[in-house]
T-cell receptor
């Protein structure tokens, strides 16, 4: 296993179209995260899974965004009715199992994929 | 107020010098702190993590944590041109919050 992989690497779409991204985490990792990053900004947390359960979702996340991790392995992030403001790099990260469910206490080192760059025209 | 604040820079240091990168966080409940390096167009890669007050050293990198002052720093000794990148500070509380990053340029 060479790390977290994301597909596609680049996506160009027209405004109003739906897009779906895929993330395959490191195989031993049970936690998976999605972030969005725009130029000059740090990654912005979107959502987080532990196994197949979606445990955290940013309050900033529009209802046009949905994420799934049906079998606790790979995850998909879908954006419906894309807008130009959705143009960004979408990053996926995964981490080793931590003790307990409290993210604050777990030694939760995240490993990032290469990202999917979305351009909405 | 943002959860994590960093000086966006750019910070320029000559090759061989010490680069000092700083980060402050707003919530005293934050427990875990990370430094990531991000090259232009690439994804973040972990440099250091620290959970306890004090210093933690790994090669040319030293992370410093002062929970009373809500301050985390990263020192890079003997800076190399290959260290030129954006350095992101991140904290967990309870989600992950990243700063905007500090751009570092090491001049040969």
């Amino acid at each position: 296993d060479t790390g977290v992989s994301q597909d596609p690497r680049h996506k160009i779409t027209k405004r109003g179209q739906n897009v779906t991204f895929r993330c395959d985490p490191i195989s031993e990792h049970n936690r998976l995260y999605w972030y969005r990053q725009t130029l000059g900004q740090g990654p912005e947390f979107l959502t987080y899974f532990q196994n197949e359960a979606q445990l955290e979702k940013s309050r900033l996340l529009s209802d046009r965004f949905s994420a799934e991790r049906p079998k606790g392995s790979f995850s998909t992030l879908e954006i419906q009715r894309t807008e130009q403001g959705d143009s960004a790099m979408y990053l996926c990260a995964s981490s080793f199992p931590g003790a307990g469910g409290d993210l604050r206490l777990a030694k939760n080192i995240q490993y990032f994929g290469a990202g999917t760059r979305l351009s909405v025209l | 107020q943002k959860e994590v604040e960093q000086n966006s820079g750019p910070l320029s240091v000559p090759e061989g010098a010490i680069a000092s990168l700083n980060c402050t966080y707003s919530d005293r409940g934050s427990q875990s702190f990370f430094w990531y390096r991000q090259y232009s167009g690439k994804s973040p890669e972990l440099i250091m993590f620290i959970y306890s007050n004090g210093d933690k050293e790994d090669g040319r990198f030293t992370a410093q944590l002062n929970k009373a002052s809500q301050y985390v720093s990263l020192l890079i000794r003997d800076s190399q041109p290959s260290d030129s990148a954006t350095y992101l500070c991140a904290v967990i509380n309870p989600q992950f919050y990243f700063g905007t990053g500090t751009s570092l340029t090491v001049i040969p």
